[in-house]
């Protein structure tokens, strides 16, 4: 059915989008926690620099690459889970599922993020990096694989509860039931037909028939009264 493939496709977008966003919020945290480490040793210009204070540096400089790398692919898939929002509620609305809690929360924090660049710039920028920033973007991973996970279960359920997209759908039974009546005529298969056909039973088709009587049960007298002739008189 076109809904479910339409969930299908949509669970994919939800699940590749939101896994480019968290790795864009890692990657920064990730890079904040390195400087919070190292801070003081890492960036104090000291010469003689710890084993430990080259792995932080080390860390650091490969996780502000990644951040930086999927700053722009991050900001565009919030735009795409803001439209697959959208499209989760069209799948939602056509079917007989009453559970959409998780994709209107999706719609307003991912709708919101995508009409607001300034914080979308403001999370994944490098500039930062507080404790509270970093607290903040491990906040937003987490609460947005809690998030996600719902929203697809949401999905599924509607595609799963997803009605006809054909309300004159034939389905494989009553087509094969067409075309036996095609070849062998409605008489052979429709019970109505052979119903009326052994009720008006001819002659001829049915030798035992109740005597002065059209065929077996039926209510028709072979021959009728005449008006000069009561009903019952007995000749």
Do not use: Q, Y
């Not at 620099?49 to 990644?66: E, K």
């Not at 595609?159 to 997209?165: E, I, K």
């Amino acid at each position: 059915m076109r809904i479910r493939g339409l969930s299908r496709g949509i669970s994919r977008v939800i699940a590749v989008s939101a896994a480019v966003w968290c790795f864009g919020l890692l990657a920064r945290a990730v890079e904040s926690s390195c400087v919070l480490a190292g801070d003081g040793v890492v960036d104090g210009g000291d010469a003689s620099l710890t084993a430990g204070a080259a792995v932080i540096t080390g860390i650091r400089d490969v996780a502000r690459f990644s951040a930086d790398m999927l700053s722009v692919p991050s900001a565009l898939a919030v735009a795409a889970l803001a439209a697959s929002a959208l499209g989760s509620l069209m799948v939602i609305l056509r079917s007989r599922s009453d559970k959409a809690g998780a994709t209107f929360a999706a719609l307003a924090v991912f709708g919101a993020l995508a009409l607001s660049r300034t914080e979308i710039h403001a999370i994944l920028d490098g500039s930062g990096h507080t404790l509270t920033h970093m607290l903040a973007r491990l906040g937003l991973v987490i609460g947005t694989g809690a998030l996600v996970w719902r929203w697809i279960e949401d999905v599924a359920l509607a595609a799963s509860l997803a009605p006809n997209d054909d309300p004159h759908a034939v389905d494989a039974a009553a087509d094969r039931e067409a075309a036996h009546i095609a070849k062998h005529g409605p008489l052979n298969t429709d019970a109505a037909s052979r119903r009326l056909r052994e009720v008006l039973r001819t002659e001829s088709e049915s030798p035992a028939h109740e005597p002065g009587l059209h065929g077996r049960g039926s209510p028709i007298p072979r021959l009728m009264p005449t008006h000069d002739e009561p009903v019952g008189s007995a000749d």
